[in-house]
């Protein structure tokens, strides 16, 4: 990567995710000086912490690997991670962002040889994980991370297990002195992609999301379905660690609601679909998928998607929304409810309730720069108002990987326009 | 109006539009998505006790069933737990649509005559504004006997206990049944009351007449 000097020309994207790699490696193909921030310690968001994505159901390692691959050979594009833009000043075509980048105690020397994780014997919560398990202090992000370096969590600094992880490292990696920055980076415009996170279940009392262990949210159980994932890809309950074979899935837990969230998250459906391939794939010859919903809404073209699991006898499909759960004396979650086709009430156990959760914009209630028009639900309105600061991916509304990049290619072309117009009016 | 709400409105059957204009917040049956939240959290055995759940009920409205949605005994069944209204995704007032249907299936004269709520609503009003004082006594004594002589003994009998507890506990007076306790001005209660229509009055036929 060659470091080079930020100016008005330059494009700030924020957000490693699907979207922001795509806005960035998009400008930088044409030309453009792009900083790119993220603020994990390794870039592909969300979408790496899928098992599979629809409607192909390939590993999120195969379309991730080529944008890698892509920025790898890229030398316009610098990365920063770790990093958070804390604020941004200025107008179209002349911004200064402030960016706060925290120290992960591992310079460029790491080869992710892994001796310091062997070293370290602390242990913390895993956020790759959704906290469903724990890493050593000393880890890497995930397996296909990027950039490939190990992370030491900030806990164990001053304790002997930082210093035992420097004597393992043939490298001269780790670096316990690195302290927390703040930079300068100037830009013409800026693409905000700082993506979405899972609504908060436990605010959806009557799903006791919280009080039910073996209630868990879509997010959660890709990460269960992951061979990578805290239980080596077995679907097991968190309540007791039996497998889960009888799996409701629960659609708008949060969307559509104007409790919660007033907008339709549009991948759930869909999510939930993918949901019911992991338990036939896991359990072949006794897996059973319910899924409870208000309608199907199977987005772009995938309704032959939606046909072939209605097609699958493993899966039975009620229309209804799930009125409440609660828990039998073996910990199995009951759905109460009333199903619409014929007004019957249904109270039926499962092992496991898997709550397809909306989708939340990370960039709502954040305020930069000064202000940023945004719909009812805080996606980033395609505003003139926002002058040269451009939603891209889920910061602009809830969207699927797909289309999330075309969001992001969109977003990318914009900027470069403005960007254009400086570079004009400098010469 | 656009071609595309003249439309719209060609296909709204007529049903769905008297609900909207004659019942208080019908306006809201339009609204609903059918996702079933209401029934499920009804306290309410509707299956056995009644037979039409709330997104039940909004669905016939919409298909123009305008005989079976108000001779039904299902929205004289709601305990106003208010649970639909707080768990609704759309945020309907399903508690107080209930109400008003069977408040208009009421005023249509096609409410079921016996369906206990609606009697004892009827008892309970005309109890409480004869005197201005809810006489508990007679109150009761009117709904035990709703079918018959033979079957208010029989309540009565069934109810013995609890009534001499309260006896007991002086939370019951015998003497009610002669008169009973009164307000002291009543004459004002029912000037105030008839006001009251009066203007109840008026406002519908404003609201009817445009």
Redesign the interface.
Known sequence: MTEHVATNETILVVGGGISGMTAALEAAETGKNVVLVEKNPALGGRTSQLYRYFPKLCHPTCGLEINLRRLKGNPRVRLLTMAEVTGIDGSTGNYTATIKVRPRYVNENCTACGECGRAVEMKVDDPFNYNLGQHKAAYLPNTMAYPQRYVLDPAIIGTADADRAKAACKYGAIDLDMQEETIQVKAGAVVWATGWQPYDAAKIQ?YGYGRFKNVITSVEFERLADLQGPTGGKILRPGDGREAKNIAFIQ?AGS?????LRHCSRICCMASLKQTHYVREKHPEDGKSTIYY?DIRAIDRFEDFYQKVQADPSVNFI??????ITEDEHGNPVC?????EG???YTTPHDLVVLAVGMEPSVKGINIPGHIVADSSGFIEADPANGAVFGAGCASNALDVNRAVQSATAAALRAIQVVNKVAKAEA | MSANTAVAEKYRNNFLKEIEEQVEMGDWVKMC?????C???CPT?F?SAWE??P??LFMMIRAGKREEVLSSSSMWNCTSCYNCIV?C???LPITHIMHGIAEYAHRLGMAPKMQPTRFFSGLFWKNATHTGRVNELKLSMGLYFKDGFVQGVKNGMAMQSVALGLVKAKRLNVMELFGGHKCKDQKGIHAMLKKAYEIERSRKTAKMAG
């Open positions: 009557p708008c559509r609601d104007e409790n919660h208000i229309k209804s929304k799930v009125a409440k109460h409810g009333v199903d619409t007004y019957k009430r | 998505m059918q996702c079933g939240v029934s499920g959290s055995n299956q039409h759940p997104q039940e768990r995704p759309r945020k």
